[in-house]
């Protein structure tokens, strides 16, 4: 099983961009998935959770800039950042965890907020 994400890449102050995450080999729709952000030299950190449901919930630093959502009968889920910041310059990871513990990382995807 595996998470494979895309999405990243440059883009203005201000701006938009949308994350994305789809899982493989794994019954994706019992699975919580969540998005942590991790900057250079700093610890992972927690954005945002979707439930397998799709209720979200989000870090305060992100709420109202960030929207989390997903689509279980194409094993994705969705990160949607909007209003960017410098500070939100950094890698974003997506993970699934399942009522088993069963858990799973995605590889990963650079943002990099630059004007």
């Known amino acids: 099983a595996q998470l494979v994400e895309s999405g990243g890449g440059l883009v203005q102050p201000g701006g938009s961009l949308r994350h994305s995450c789809v899982g493989s080999?794994?019954?994706?729709?019992?699975?919580?998935v969540s998005w942590h952000r991790q900057g250079p030299g700093q610890d992972r950190e927690l954005d945002a959770t979707?439930?397998?449901?799709?209720?979200?919930t989000y870090a305060d630093s992100v709420k109202g800039r960030f929207t989390v959502s997903r689509v279980n009968a194409k094993n994705t889920a969705y990160l949607e950042m909007s209003s960017v910041e410098p500070n939100d310059t950094v890698v974003y990871y997506c993970?699934?965890?399942?009522?088993?513990?069963?858990?799973?990382w995605g590889q990963g995807t650079q943002v990099t907020v630059t004007s």
């Open positions: 080999g794994l019954v994706f729709g019992s699975y919580v």
């Open positions: 979707i439930s397998s449901g799709g209720d979200p």
């Open positions: 993970h699934a965890r399942d009522w088993l513990n069963n858990n799973y």
